[in-house]
Structure formats: C-alpha cells, structure tokens
C-alpha cells in the first residue's frame, strides 16, 4: 500500500461521523504516535549567532509530506537564502533529509506527529529550519487527535537571539488540527497562547492552521489580537489554498514587534497543495 493511498484514505475516513471502536486498533498498523517528551527531533548545524535586525528572511510552506514532483527543485530554489523555513506536513524520509542536508549551516528541528510504519516508520510534523542556533525549542502535540485515526497535530516553538538586542525573536511553526469540532481546534489554538502571553519580544507565528470555517478564521484573528500580533497581508495573498468547500484561507503569518519590508506568494508554484508564502521582515523600532 502506497504512501500516497494511504494519505488519501485517511483524510476520506475522517469525514465519517462516527467510528466503530472495534475498527479503531486497525489504524495501529499504519501510523504510531509517540509521547510528546519522545517527538522531538534535530538534525543539520547551524553557525549563525545572531538574526539581523534589518533583514530576517523567511519562507512558510506546508510541502504535503513532499509528494508532489516538483517539490524538491521548488524547495532548493525558495531556500536557499532564508534565515528562517517554517515546514508543515514535513516529512524526513530519505529525499527530504538528503535536500535539507543539502542546504549548508541550516539546523532543522522537528515535532513529530505521528510515524508511518508502511514507510519505514518516517515521521511527519511541523520543523523549522534555521541558519541562526536557537537558545530554546520546544513541541507540541494537539490535545486532540484527528478524528477516526486518532493521531495529533503539532506545533514547533524556537526562540532566536538577535543582534544588539537582549531580546529573542518566538518563531512558531504550526499545523492545525482539522478534521474535528471546534473546541479541538481552539484548544490547540490555546496552546500557543500562554507562550505568546509570557514572551517579551517579536514573534513570528505562521503555517497552516486549518482555519477552513468562519468561525475557526474569527477565533485564530481575535487570539492574535489579543496577545498583540498583526496579519501579514501578502502579494497575491489571494492565491494561498482555500479550504475545497468555503472561501476560507488556511494559511497565515502573524507578527509581534515586527515591520514587513516585502511579503509575496508564490501562486505558480507546483511543489505543494499549499502555495509557498515569503517575507522579509526587521525588527520594529519600539
């Protein structure tokens, strides 16, 4: 069974209602979830101390576990000078840690969702790959798990030193839980809400989160609101993914103690679903 069947046949059983308990050992074979102290993963070197304050550079990508063809000269293309590469539905399998490796000085830190055992147990999460050492990363796994297979989203937190500041930049890479109700998703929302309410400095929180009804949109904008980050509003911001059913966008960047110098989407890529979503950014002058 292909890994690319199985993708499909997931996302087709979770539109169900409801499940059998009898059934739910079955998906024991495909996928493996491990405790959240057991999913966080790091790899490459980065030697950069410090960000700079005029110019942080930053690409958003959900890569759809890098299935489509063109992913691979599309990746190489977009990352080559990013300071920082917030990844959703990553997933290290051979290729895709050969072309991260392949980047020079770039540290790449994942929290693992879930592990495909039909594919030689290769995890899949959200990463972020940086050129700068981070002081501090931590995950998340969603409270709930999706519906039917039962696996979780995840959240990857990483904070940055940047030059002449005492201050850190927050980076929060995220995927949003999705096929469940709406307090799943807020209470993986609210997640990220005590890290944003607690930290000093600029923040960066971008990804898919899934916001595929109005009223999952109303309560990501008014949580963003709230701890004080801004929408970043791209060119061709119109060609990010829409859910296939509402008009709703699933992709977003929000920003604390930031300016945007320039922020576009790529809408001729063909490497993702999801349209890649780029921005330059300095910290703003307080």
């Known amino acids: 069974m292909t890994r690319a ?31 959240e102290e057991q999913s966080y993963l790091v790899y490459g070197k980065a030697f950069a101390k410090h960000l700079n304050p005029k110019s942080i550079k930053a690409f958003v990508w959900n890569i759809k576990k ?4 063109r992913w691979k000269s599309e990746f190489e293309s977009y990352a080559h000078d990013q300071d920082l590469i917030l990844l959703q539905e990553a997933y290290k ?10 980047l020079i000085n770039y540290r790449w830190d994942m929290a693992i969702s879930m592990l495909y055992l039909m594919d030689d147990e290769t995890p ?16 998340k796994h969603s409270p709930d798990g999706e519906s039917v297979v039962n696996t979780p989203k995840s959240m990857t937190f990483a904070k940055y030193p940047i030059k002449g500041s005492a201050e850190e930049l927050l980076v929060i890479s995220v995927h949003g839980i999705n096929i ?21 400095g600029p923040v960066l929180f971008a990804g898919d989160f ?50 945007v110098k320039n922020a576009h989407v790529d809408g001729k ?18």
Request: glycine fraction near 6%; charge should be positive.
């Open 5 to 35: 069947f199985l993708i499909v046949l997931t996302f087709t059983l979770s539109t169900q209602l409801f499940a059998q308990e009898e059934d739910k050992g079955v998906w024991d074979r495909y996928f493996r979830v491990l405790p």
């Open 93 to 102: 399998n051979r290729i895709f840690k050969n072309t991260t490796l392949s």
């Open 66 to 69: 890098a299935d489509k063809p």
């Open 180 to 200: 469940t109700d709406y307090a799943s998703f807020t209470r993986h929302m609210d997640q990220a809400a005590e890290h944003l309410d607690k930290h000093q």
């Open 210 to 259: 899934n916001t595929r009804t109005q009223a999952r949109t109303h309560y990501v904008l008014n949580m963003m609101s709230r701890f004080g980050l801004k929408e970043i509003h791209f060119k061709d911001g119109h060609k990010r993914m829409k859910f296939k059913f509402t008009p709703n966008y699933l992709d977003y960047g929000f920003i604390r103690g930031l300016k």
């Open 269 to 286: 890529s063909v490497g993702s679903d999801h349209k890649p979503m780029f921005m330059e950014l300095e910290i703003a002058e307080m």
């Open 124 to 139: 899949t999460g959200t990463m972020i790959g940086s050129r700068i050492n981070p002081t501090e990363v931590f995950i």
